[in-house]
């Protein structure tokens, strides 16, 4: 797996073509036409949602390239077609990831969408203040597996408000509350220069959504660029 940075225009960063023009436009319209409000359960809801929807789409966009390499592989005679090799179980891996995400969505956030009970998924939040927005993020981390085999996952966006401060927001199932909480405590039981080191922690170790302003980025030095990116690859390995 080769990790790197690469440049995207702001307008570009975390979109994705998972809905046609029309629904996307309708479907988000709350979140892509108006500031965000922190005490407006829809937006959070939607903002959650866009989160889950892309990584199900990455995971799944992924699996096709994967299963497409491993049956070439198979018609070239690389691989065996009838008995186990790394292709073959690279391929159901994402498989199993593509549905359990699927599934997640589905039950917490497909239903409760149509439904309109936006106040279903719940949200830790705090501010970054007196400091220009450096980072965005828009992610799916996975914690586990509920007593029903239903994956416990959270979304974590990050979202520069205005030009000196950042919101944080992490949503996740209200019955996954107690887990979720648990796992971000760290994060949460801590203020200032503490909090955003926790938060920076998460973000390369179980993220692989997130933006880092250009100015910002020419500060680090080659050193540090190849730290994260070693620390990233070995944590955001979607075959395992």
Same mark, same amino acid.
């Given at each position: 797996?080769?990790?790197?940075?690469?440049?995207?225009?702001?307008?570009?960063?975390?979109?994705?073509?998972?809905?046609?023009?029309?629904?996307?436009?309708?479907?988000?319209?709350?979140?892509?036409?108006?500031?965000?409000?922190?005490?407006?359960?829809?937006?959070?809801?939607?903002?959650?949602?866009?989160?889950?929807?892309?990584?199900?789409?990455?995971?799944?966009?992924?699996?096709?390239?994967?299963?497409?390499?491993?049956?070439?592989?198979?018609?070239?005679?690389?691989?065996?077609?009838?008995?186990?090799?790394?292709?073959?179980?690279?391929?159901?891996?994402?498989?199993?990831?593509?549905?359990?995400?699927?599934?997640?969505?589905?039950?917490?956030?497909?239903?409760?969408?149509?439904?309109?009970?936006?106040?279903?998924?719940?949200?830790?939040?705090?501010? +970054?203040?007196?400091?220009?927005?450096?980072?965005?993020?828009?992610?799916?981390?996975? +914690?586990?597996?509920?007593?029903?085999?239903?994956?416990?996952?959270?979304?974590?966006?990050? +979202?520069?408000?205005?030009?000196?401060?950042?919101?944080?927001?992490?949503?996740?199932?209200?019955?996954?509350?107690?887990?979720?909480?648990?796992?971000?405590?760290?994060?949460?039981?801590?203020?200032?220069?503490?909090?955003?080191?926790?938060?920076?922690?998460?973000?390369?170790?179980?993220?692989?959504?997130?933006?880092?302003?250009?100015?910002?980025?020419?500060?680090?030095?080659?050193?540090?660029?190849?730290?994260?990116?070693?620390?990233?690859?070995?944590?955001?390995?979607?075959?395992?």
């Amino acid at each position: 797996m080769i990790i790197d940075f690469y440049q995207i225009g702001i307008n570009k960063a975390s979109t994705f073509p998972g809905f046609c023009p029309k629904h996307d436009s309708s479907l988000f319209n709350s979140i892509d036409n108006k500031p965000i409000s922190l005490d407006d359960p829809e937006q959070l809801f939607l903002l959650a949602y866009r989160a889950a929807t892309r990584e199900l789409h990455v995971l799944m966009e992924a699996f096709c390239r994967i299963q497409a390499l491993y049956e070439y592989q198979v018609s070239k005679e690389l691989v065996p077609g009838d008995s186990p090799s790394q292709s073959s179980l690279e391929a159901v891996n994402y498989s199993l990831n593509s549905w359990n995400v699927w599934r997640h969505r589905y039950k917490f956030y497909d239903l409760n969408l149509i439904d309109e009970r936006y106040n279903s998924i719940k949200h830790s939040i705090f501010t +970054i203040f007196d400091c220009r927005p450096v980072i965005a993020a828009s992610s799916y981390i996975y +914690i586990g597996t509920d007593s029903e085999r239903y994956p416990i996952s959270l979304i974590l966006n990050i +979202i520069p408000h205005d030009q000196h401060s950042t919101l944080v927001i992490f949503s996740y199932p209200r019955q996954h509350s107690h887990h979720v909480r648990k796992f971000i405590s760290p994060i949460l039981k801590t203020n200032g220069a503490a909090r955003n080191s926790e938060l920076s922690r998460l973000l390369i170790g179980a993220t692989e959504n997130f933006f880092i302003s250009p100015e910002k980025f020419e500060k680090w030095s080659d050193s540090k660029k190849t730290n994260i990116k070693k620390i990233y690859a070995n944590f955001n390995d979607y075959s395992k």
